[in-house]
């Protein structure tokens, strides 16, 4: 029985930790084994000493630890101190140069207690007098007291849950239970550098938010604003066509590598029917249509002339309005991060008030937020909300309003937004004379449901059913020329997405070949155009 | 009503069990369980006193746990706010058994209690750890009123108490306290001499007469600061028992000039020149304590417990040059005695019951309030067994019948009546031998207990004719004070002892050499009829055979065991060791005429080191 409790114990700790294979793997070997024991009296009682034999071990060992922490960072210091200040805590009072060492037996006419552990204590008369404002400092010590604790335990359990965040192992591992993970050993590698990279946006005055123009890894490079893409080999058969890449994280290439992007992709796809091309992909974490159109005008303006323009969109569209609030004029993704500030600069005290401020700050670090947020996520069968704070690209806080007719109206104002966008886009487009595609992205609520990939539904915070409705409702919403790429990828049996937007490189391949077959017509007349 | 009296979790477990003002009941917990000053919670003794008492399944009406938990957790604590990360080895050894365990003692008592099929105590009291042993040395005294003194190494914070009793009422009045500890002192001074704390003292004890006392003035130099009334301070530069796993120190090592003994090595005069020399310092302490008691409870008797209290050579001293005219010492006055005085404490402090006392009768009746086993029973293991045994109905010739072995030089284990509560064994469990015998006390010593032959065996003697033996004008039912052998019975011999201290202990210089010490003092018994009639009865048979009213006795137990409590104990013990006879009640055992033991090994074999 004792051991039964121990591995539910274990399995809710785990699973509270997210360790949640590991929970299951503790599960199914824990029921192995009670099966095995429960069938050999044998088995059992050699199963009795290993149990014994580890926890004692693991017990002692604990016990050393926690003990030599206790007496290393209480014992110590306060011994060191009383030290200093030559106060023996055993002389309880008496000094080795008293002519006489004995003491009275009880001091100030206390009295003996046989009823306590204790031989006496402060009458209860002075405990029953305590004044008003002695009630009140007890109240407000015993509450700061739990608070200090509260946040001390949370403060622990979040080192233990997240420990660095930017560590390729505890990325690895909180992406462990994706089933699009590739089992690469360049996974981790890329994990880090996409994460890396999306923790370091900066204010942009036009385009809202902008990131470093030069980066370099092992798998990701940027140079000039510039994700590296695949490079078809030197051919002698002219000019190669200029393609210009515009898009959010997804096309920028977040959890692939430089040469397997979508951009990558496609050049690969055209060098593969010999078109000549050569890809810039331009794509932005976290970026959504009038961003991307703003940067083209400064490109278009500073002399970048393009043969074709790409662009790839709609979930962060679509995300803008659950995290900004709904609108239906342009906007992004840290818009009211960067007015609360603007505003606060410019108005100090006037906005988020200190207590709201504190409030957050504790609720951040507090033991029993935290366990709340889990016991209700796991009631709710969603990871825990906190996870999005590893999700390195759609950042901000979901809206509270989750409710199927606002997700409708969110839908319907993205995309009227976005449709807005397409349409100065082909004006820029007649003027500067280049060809355009704007393409509708496939992510989680809008492709076709994988079991594999149920789990991750929800993994941002965001709300499931809510998506599912507004990527319905975008997809009736969208009108020529957008090509709507909802579909492309559910030809693919094995588990694509990553989280609910991004995917890995088998679904960005699918992607690809989606978008080059509405290219390819393009690329052709383009390139045969500029043959010599 | 039913109280029961509990002390556990350090040393010696013990319960006591006191109906309606009667002490009717006590045991130690290592009888039982066969551990040596067994710690654990005495569940075993607590079901003999209940069963011995017939306490109904809930008629407990009062629990007294005979230590404050709690107060000793602070001083814990405390210790290692002194010590630092100098105490990591006995911190990480001693935090998890007190959250584990001496947290919860409530209840753990409870829990213990309704496994035994009891129903959850009335009350549950807490007594001061030296409440509890004045407790136990006045309320079971003869005394109206007394002075009361008790030491031991440690209680919660008090290592001595200078109380007075009166009437139904223990007050403490004065306390010494930790780490200044006269208990401690002692036993840093038997882990130097290679003996084992908590157990080796009597040895130390034992082997003083041999030594010099040329070490008294560094330790009263050095180690303690001692005033003129008893109290003192020890210098914690020479001693590592706050925080480390030994009691003295590489300072104290340099003092005395080199390591600890290694237990079991040879005994060199530097361990019987310590010996003596602290025996010395601790009878000077005890004396200057036992003034300071009298001037500031202006008794003329007083009563004695705590560990210390075990040093009857000390309590001779006391008796001899003390301010006291009578005293009382608690037989059990280790910490297995605080049973016995948080149970009385419980009902006449706590419960406020009038008590009388008439100055000659205590409450211990002889110590005989352990288990007992009818003659049915004894006849009904031995005939289970097919053990050979002869019955003798008649007591007179009985006891005639075990005089008869003893005169011929036999060793004859008694197992009598109901066993005696603490330390000494008072002749219920006993083995007894010729104390007329020049080699008998190396026999015994070797054959039968398989111990150090420097130790001296007690005798038990008639009280009425103790007089002509000794220089003791008082009785000693309890074996706790130590009188000189009388001139005449004294046998001189040359100026010069031998080296080895063997041969020395085997110099026949009395007409009762194998117990008489080198000092010719003996840590006497003196036997009454009223208290023991069988052991009287035997003596007397002795006495009328030989002329010598003077029995050995020694403990029923061989080295590191505990006192015999049931007959296959007793058996056990006979047969695994070169005892020649046993009597069980009124059943004798010819060792001769047994069948040869097969169940274990013989006791030297697996002799377990005390």
Redesign the interface.
Known sequence: MRQILFGVVVFVVLWLLGRHTAAIVIVLVAGSVAAVCALSVRAARGMDRVIAWVTSTVGRGL??LL??L???LV??P???V??LVRR???A?G?S?ND???????FADGRT?L??????YEIPRRVVGHRSTLGRVAFVVGTVVLLLLADLGVGSAIHALKSSNPESPKALTSYYSGVAAAPKAPWWPSVLLESFQQAYVAQFEPLRGFDFPRNLSGPYLNVTDGVRRSYEPPASGTGKPVEVLFLGGSTTQGAFQRDDYTIPSDVARLATGDDIPIHVVNRGQYGYAIWQEVELLEELLTSGYRPDVVVFYDGVNDLSIQTTEGTTTIPSHLKAQEYAQAIAQYLHPGSTQPLANRIYDAYRNRSAIAMGVSDVSSLVSSHPPASSKKLTPLQGNTQSPDQSIPTAITRANDAVSIYLRAVQLIQELAAGYNFQVRAFWQPFLYSKKPVAAEKNIEGFEGESPPAWFAMAAQARKDLRPPVIDLSDALNGVKAPVMIDYEHTNELGSLAVAKAMYGSLKPVLTAVADKSQP | MNILGISAFYHDSAAALVQDGVLTAAAQEERFTRKKNDADFPKHAVAYCLHAGGVGTDEIDAV?FYD????TF??LL????????R??RT??QA??VWFRQKLW??YLIEKEIRDLGYGRPG??????HH?SHAASAFLASPFESAAILTFDGVG??ATA???VGRGNTV??????????SLGLLYSAFTYFCGFRVNSGEYKLMGLAPYGEPRYESQILDELI?L?P?G???LNMDYFDFLGGLTMTNHRFDKLFGGPPRVPESDLTQRELDLARSIQVVTEEVVLRMAV?AAELTGERNACLAGGVALNCVANGRLLRDGPFERLWIQPAAGDAGGAVGAALAGWY??YGNPRSADGVHDVMAGTYIGPGFSDDEIEQYLRSHGYPYTAVADGQRWATSIAELVAEQKVVGLFLGRMEFGPRALGHRSIIGDARSGAMQSTMNLKIKYRESFRPFAPAVLAERATEYFDIDVESPYMMLVASLRQGHRRHGGADHPEDIRDWVNEVRSDLPAITHVDYSARIQTVNREQSPEFHAIISAFDGLTGCPVVINTSFNVRGEPIVCTPEDAYRCFMRTEMDHLVLGRYLLDKCEQPAWTEDKSVSEDLVLD
């Open positions: 016990s050393y003990l030599g206790v007496e290393l014992f110590t306060v011994a060191a009383l030290w023996d805590p055993l309880l008496s080795p002519p006489s060492l004995w003491r009275p037996h003996p046989y009823g306590r552990q204790f031989t | 007294v404050k938990p709690l107060t602070s001083r405390r210790t290692y706010l002194r010590v630092g990360p105490g990591f911190f990480h935090m998890p003692i409530p009350k549950l009291y807490f007594m001061e409440e919660e914070w108490s200078i109380g007050e403490l009045k004065e306390q010494l306290l930790f780490p200044n600061n005033r009334d109290s003192f301070t300071h402090q706590i």
